[in-house]
Nanobody, 115 residues
Framework: QVQLVESGGGLVQPGGSLRLSCAASGSIFSINAMGWYRQAPGKQRELVAVITSSGSTHYADSVKGRFTISRDNAKNTVYLQMNSLKPEDTAVYYC?????????WGQGTQVTVSS
C-alpha cells in the first residue's frame, strides 16, 4: 500500500529554479534510500540524485553543483532543489523509494526548461 506522490514540476526558463517534492505514504517500516531519476524522450532513465538512510548523497555528474537532494525523515519526504536549469534537464522526473524488500516508484512529474 505504499504510494509516492511527486509535485513541483513545470515550465521554467534556462537559468531558473524548481523544487521537486516526493512524499511517501503507506506501510513503510524502514527506508534504505530515496532518490530521483529522470528520463528524456528517446533516452534511458538515469539516476539524478540519491540520499541514503545515513544521509550520504550521490549526484549525476551532469547535475553536480546545481541540484541538491534533501529529506524530511518525519514526513518521509524527499526534495530535489534544481538551480541553474538547462534545456538538457528537460525530462520526466521520477521519485524512488528503496526499502529492504522492494523498490517503489512515483508516477513522474514533467520538468521543461525552455525559453
Amino acid at each position: 500500500q505504499v504510494q509516492l506522490v511527486e509535485s513541483g514540476g513545470g515550465l521554467v526558463q534556462p537559468g531558473g529554479s524548481l523544487r521537486l517534492s516526493c512524499a511517501a505514504s503507506g506501510s513503510i517500516f524502514s527506508i534504505n534510500a530515496m532518490g530521483w531519476y529522470r528520463q528524456a524522450p528517446g533516452k534511458q532513465r538515469e539516476l539524478v540524485a540519491v540520499i541514503t538512510s545515513s544521509g550520504s548523497t550521490h549526484y549525476a555528474d551532469s547535475v553536480k553543483g546545481r541540484f541538491t537532494i534533501s529529506r524530511d525523515n518525519a514526513k518521509n519526504t524527499v526534495y530535489l532543489q534544481m538551480n541553474s536549469l538547462k534545456p538538457e534537464d528537460t525530462a520526466v522526473y521520477y521519485c524512488q523509494l528503496v526499502t529492504p524488500t522492494y523498490d517503489y516508484w512515483g508516477q513522474g512529474t514533467q520538468v521543461t526548461v525552455s525559453s
